[in-house]
């Protein structure tokens, strides 16, 4: 599925996201998110934060276990779970627990890492767009969209196996599962479990889908920017 261009319009299905912010960075020797990025030198969270400030999102959130990145949201009047837990399925289950909270009648939810930088808002709204969009009523999407997977991908030209990351889309009838994956698993488990579901989109720059990982792919994303 190509990605289109998106006109703005409010979608009729309810989208959250969730800043999953609690990655021990471990590669990267300190706090990647903290690490100042781009001409202004602020944080690199600062990314995924204004990749993801949009009306099309009805909610977003942030888990993490850094009180830096807590303090960095709090300053911003950004939503912040702040936790102490191990797993990447706690952060899964405690970021969709508190949208659900906030809009029962969630209909998708994005689950988006802090450390992909080059990562576009207009990529978000598309991603959003496509989940929603279609001439049907809004009972009809949302129960069509309820099995659906959308994860970002990129694909060399002749090349039939194309690179996939994230965001990652989920609609609502995998949340039960999304609440109780299996212990440090993340998202990636229903990915496998329900290939049939999952549907790609495609965008034309790869670099939106790189992360920065150590701090060489951190200088040789900013030299990209």
């Not at 969730?18 to 001409?39: E, H, I, Q």
């Not at 969009?133 to 090349?159: G, M, Y």
Request: glycine share 8%; proline share 9%.
């Amino acid at each position: 599925m190509d990605l289109p261009e998106i006109s703005p319009f409010y979608p009729t299905l309810p989208v959250g996201c969730v800043l999953m912010a609690s990655g021990l960075s471990r590669r990267f020797g300190s706090n990647k998110l903290l690490a100042p990025f781009g001409p202004e030198g602020k944080p690199l969270f600062c990314r995924a934060l204004a990749a993801t400030d949009t009306p099309l999102l009805a909610t977003r959130i942030v888990v993490t276990r850094s009180e830096a990145v807590r303090q960095l949201c709090e300053e911003r009047s950004i939503p912040v779970i702040f936790h102490a837990l191990p797993g990447r399925n706690d952060t899964v289950r405690l970021g969709l627990k508190a949208l659900l909270q906030q809009v029962p009648e969630l209909a998708g939810c994005m689950f988006l890492p802090g450390d992909q930088p080059l990562l576009q808002r207009e990529t978000v709204e598309a991603m959003v767009g496509i989940f929603c969009s279609d001439h049907r009523t809004q009972l009809e999407r949302q129960k069509e969209t309820e099995r659906v997977i959308f994860r970002l991908a990129w694909r060399a030209k002749n090349d039939p196996e194309p690179l996939v990351g994230s965001p990652v889309l989920f609609g609502s009838g995998f949340f039960p599962e999304l609440r109780t994956l299996p212990e440090g698993k993340g998202g990636s488990v229903l990915l496998r479990k329900y290939p049939e579901c999952v549907h790609r989109i495609f965008i034309a720059d790869r670099n939106e889908l790189l992360d920065a990982d150590t701090p060489e792919a951190l200088h040789q994303l900013e030299a990209m920017l």
